[in-house]
């Protein structure tokens, strides 16, 4: 039986459509996460799921248990925000206290396990400080820890990440996996970020428009797009049409169909016969380099991990194009 | 927020709120304009208003702005005056200088216009003083009138357009000017095209309230007015001649000035003010133009201290002379706590002092329940039911005291439901009443800003917690926006403490205020009774700034 199911969940505001007809199912102890552009409809979603809006269609499975018009203090189901809604007015062990407080859980329990849970998240030390004083990595590891001390059937992350600066969001995304693998608690996380979901996820759904356009493990869904949105968002892949498909690559494919060529699977090659296009900028990442080709007006993006071997380039070179793959993927 | 369907406890503050602006705002609103209307047979018609234009009520009329207009031209140029001189001060004399405006911005207007009676009178201190220096006598000082009134006036209003354009001032990012600098402008011009434009919404909002606050004084016209009428005076003198329907034709026509006004400043407020917020670059402090204290700034900044003070120090040293001395020369008299232990051992004189205390208690306490009610459905409910609370609510801030009090007078010296079925004039209660209505808007501001400054999320977080909406509202939302309540009720406090305009009208003998008390004894030319009742008000009016000051600081700092 899966922790969580969603069943044809449709949400519109003021006749207009944000969710359309959505269906998930999220197995116990699963990391999952809902990806999309912003105003995808994915915060929409969670906010559904938690009992803070009402589907206009559909229902919401809870542990086999229709939550549909539940209120969120019914559900069990453990939030940690963006902006990580810490209450100002209480210090870090009165706010990870406070779902237990509510539960009018005795003295000791509370004493104990919020001991526990901030030992956890490595935070025993700041217990008696005020939230404000705290980082903001600190403040999203209290927020985690209100919601983990009060042992909910589901966790909901809205963007957690997002406030946080870039080496930040690194170390606490580590964090928040191994925290979510030792506590086992099911996990939806919603986010923009598709590397983001990429690393964290077992497994993701990709969102556009209100609709599912696929759901899957994060390899499949990278390395197996379902149609054009999910290569571009998922991968930033290049996608071909048939004529160039052809011309370039010798490929045939049919004309309502694009050809997926992974950043990482495409190469300039300095070559006599080949001249398919001009390096229009070079973009040394540290890690990589960002080749930009431009073909008949066509760019294509090339990235080249520094231990690839590659010749010397510089920006207006006539280059040719070379595969480094020989799977053959199409989408819609 | 979202639309969201009310439940019973919501409905329950939604009577609140609906009881008290249907029954104390638009009640008495109409009673006021059917009073207007009605020429005593039973006729409506406008007839009241062709005999209220008269040439004395136009002539009260013309004063009235033109005191308004004198007023906010003076308080203005004073306030952007210092504002601008002490901004480039050092943070010490600044920061000493903000707390001494304090005292004019909290003083009760009849104090303010006491201690000034009793520094300019022609006995006044001053004129004792120049006397003692001087050796003779024939120096005459005639305080009254005019120019009485504008002093008292800007005393009591300048400080508004100080802190409206210092908190402009420093609001202004310096990259801004040295842009200006840079770009080839000189000094002078970079003042007048880059920092006054940029000033002009403060100073049009100070405006526009110093004008309503003009329109609406009471105080000194009553007591410097002499035979010189202002509106706000004739509303008094026809209510006490017993002509209801002249006096509420005045106050309607007082009342039509004074509303155009207020909506034009929430109009401004809402509209116009330059945003020079910015997103994510941290802005640079245009102070840090700042320059040292100057010989020629502290001079400045002395005589103003000195300003600032001595209209209190008069009434404190006043308080400690003998009964009567304003008739005599009272530098020579000695100092004595008799004024003061007359005030607390005699049960009559300690009357008027319980009296304004509770009536003040009292006040707070309706304020706060249908201020944070109104603020709590504001910030719940639709927009378009919102502003209908909103804006009924905030009637009351562009209504003269004089013209609340008339207009609680004429509904309720009659049985009516909102008078629990017996006529409250005379009675206690309808002191208070009127203060609460006088500062409703005041407490539901506060209140709001508290609601607006809450991020959403916390209350999700809670529910999500499993706290149901009581726990939410006790353990979460109150705790924060106590501070922005906190500060409302105290400032309500202040205000009803020392009123006079209303309390004035509505008094009866064993109901008489600390404020009424202040005025009967001044008619007795009992300056020192007048003077040591005065510095009480001041005392605990000083007393609760500071308790709020601290307490807020506390607990937006402590936690």
């Known amino acids: 039986m899966s922790d969580l199911k969603i069943h044809n969940i449709s949400k519109e505001f003021n006749g207009t459509a944000v969710l359309d007809k959505i269906n998930l199912e999220i197995n116990q102890g699963e990391f999952f996460s809902i990806v999309g552009p912003s105003g ?24 086999g248990i229709d939550s549909t018009s539940m209120p969120p203090q019914k559900r069990n189901v453990g939030i940690v925000f963006q902006n990580y809604a810490l209450f100002p007015n209480m210090n870090v062990m009165e706010n990870v206290a406070y779902g237990l407080k509510v539960k009018k859980e005795s003295r000791e329990t509370i004493l104990k396990k919020t001991s526990s849970v901030l030992e956890k998240v490595l935070l025993s030390h700041k217990a008696g400080e005020k939230v404000s004083s705290l980082s903001g990595g600190e403040q999203q590891r209290v927020s ?30 580590n964090e928040l996996k191994r925290l979510q693998r030792e506590s086992g608690i099911t996990s939806v996380y919603v986010t923009h970020d598709q590397s983001e979901a990429l690393a964290l996820s077992d497994r993701i759904a990709v969102l556009n428009q209100g609709k599912i356009q696929q759901q899957g493990k994060p390899e499949e869904i990278y390395f197996n797009p379902a149609n054009s949105f999910v290569s571009k968002f998922i991968s ?77 380039f510089s920006k207006g070179n006539e280059v040719g194009l070379s595969l480094l793959t020989d799977k053959i993927r199409v989408v819609e | 927020m979202k639309k969201k369907k009310f439940d019973a406890s919501e409905y329950f503050l939604l009577f609140i709120v609906l009881f008290f602006s249907i029954g104390y705002i638009l009640f008495p609103l109409y009673t006021l304009v059917s009073s207007a209307l009605n020429d005593g047979n039973g006729n409506f018609g406008f007839s009241n208003f062709l005999n209220a234009f008269t040439k004395t009520t136009f002539q009260a009329a013309i004063n009235s702005i033109l005191l308004s207009l004198i007023t906010v031209a003076l308080s203005g140029i004073t306030g952007l005056v210092f504002a601008y001189i002490l901004h480039f001060q050092r943070i010490r004399t600044k920061s000493f200088f903000s707390s001494l405006l304090m005292i004019p911005l909290a003083t009760p207007p009849l104090i303010g216009v006491v201690s000034f009676l009793f520094l300019l009178n022609e006995k006044g201190l001053l004129a004792n003083l120049l006397e003692l220096v001087f050796k003779h006598n024939e120096l005459s000082f005639k305080f009254d009138g005019w120019s009485a009134i504008v002093i008292v006036h800007v005393y009591s209003f ?21 842009a200006s600098y840079s770009l080839g402008a000189s000094k002078t011009l970079t003042f007048f095209k880059v920092i006054l434009p940029l000033l002009i ?37 026809a209510k006490i001649n017993g002509d209801n329907s002249l006096a509420s034709s005045i106050a309607v026509l007082l009342t039509i000035i004074s509303i155009i006004f207020f909506i034009l400043l929430r109009r401004y407020r809402t509209g116009k003010l330059f945003d020079i917020r910015h997103k994510g670059v941290p802005r640079t402090d245009f102070s840090s133009h700042r320059s040292q204290t100057s010989i020629s700034g502290t001079i400045i900044i002395s005589l103003f201290s000195l300003m600032l003070i001595l209209p209190v120090f008069t009434l404190l040293y ?72 909103e804006n009924i609510v905030s009637i009351p801030y562009g209504i003269p005291g004089t013209v609340i009090a008339l207009s609680l007078i004429l509904s309720f010296n009659k049985p009516v439901l909102f008078g629990a079925f017996t006529p409250l004039v005379g009675t206690f209660i309808i002191i208070p009443l009127a203060y609460s209505i006088r500062n409703i808007p005041i407490l539901m501001q506060s209140s709001m800003s508290g609601f607006y400054s809450l991020d959403p999320s916390l209350e999700e977080a809670s529910f999500s917690l499993g706290a149901g909406k009581m726990t939410t ?20 406090f202040i205000n009803s403490a020392g009123e006079f305009v209303s309390t004035i009208l509505l008094y009866s003998y064993s109901t008489k205020t600390i404020s009424v008390e202040i005025y009967s004894q001044i008619r007795m030319y009992n300056t020192g009774a007048a003077a040591a009742y005065g510095m009480l008000l001041f005392a605990v009016v000083m007393a609760v700034v500071y308790v709020s000051r601290k307490t807020i600081d506390k607990s937006i700092t402590g936690i």
Request: overall charge negative; proline content about 5%.
């Open chain 2, 318 to 389: 006043l308080s400690f002379i003998p009964e009567g001395s304003l008739m005599r020369n009272f530098l020579s008299e000695s100092f004595t706590p008799e004024n003061y232990l007359k005030i607390f051992s005699e049960p009559q004189f300690f009357e008027p002092f319980y009296n304004s205390l509770m009536m003040s208690l009292i006040a707070v306490l309706i304020t706060l329940i249908a201020g944070i009610s109104s603020a709590y459905l504001i910030a719940k409910v639709n927009t378009k039911f919102k502003s209908i609370i």
């Open chain 2, 473 to 492: 509202f006790g353990k979460v939302i109150f705790p924060l926006i106590f501070p922005s309540v906190l500060n409302g009720a105290l400032l309500v």
């Open chain 1, 144 to 173: 985690l820890a209100r919601v983990i001390v009060t042992e909910p059937d589901l966790i909901l992350f809205d963007e957690p990440l997002s406030n946080l600066d870039y080496s930040l969001r690194q170390e606490t995304r």
């Open chain 1, 40 to 63: 995808c409809g994915k915060t929409t979603l969670l906010r559904i799921i938690a009992g803070l809006e009402f589907p206009t269609d559909g229902r919401i499975f809870i542990k």
């Open chain 1, 236 to 312: 930033h892949s290049n996608l071909f049409d048939s004529v160039l498909s052809k011309k370039l690559f010798n490929i045939e494919i049919n004309n309502n169909q694009k050809l997926v060529i992974l950043q990482e699977e495409i190469k300039p090659v300095k070559s006599t016969e080949l001249k398919q296009g001009v390096i229009t900028e070079i973009l040394f990442t540290g890690y990589a380099y960002e080749f930009t080709i431009s073909v008949d007006g066509n760019i294509i993006k090339s990235m080249q991990p520094l231990n690839t071997v590659l010749e010397n």
């Open chain 2, 201 to 237: 919404p403060s100073v049009v909002g100070a405006s526009l309230i110093t004008f309503m606050a003009s329109m609406a004084s009471f105080s000194a016209p009553f007591i410097f007015g002499g035979s010189e009428r202002f509106l706000t005076t004739e509303i008094y003198f």
């Open chain 2, 158 to 178: 300048f400080p508004l357009f100080y802190l409206f354009t210092s908190s402009a001032l420093k609001r202004i990012d310096s990259n801004l000017i040295d």
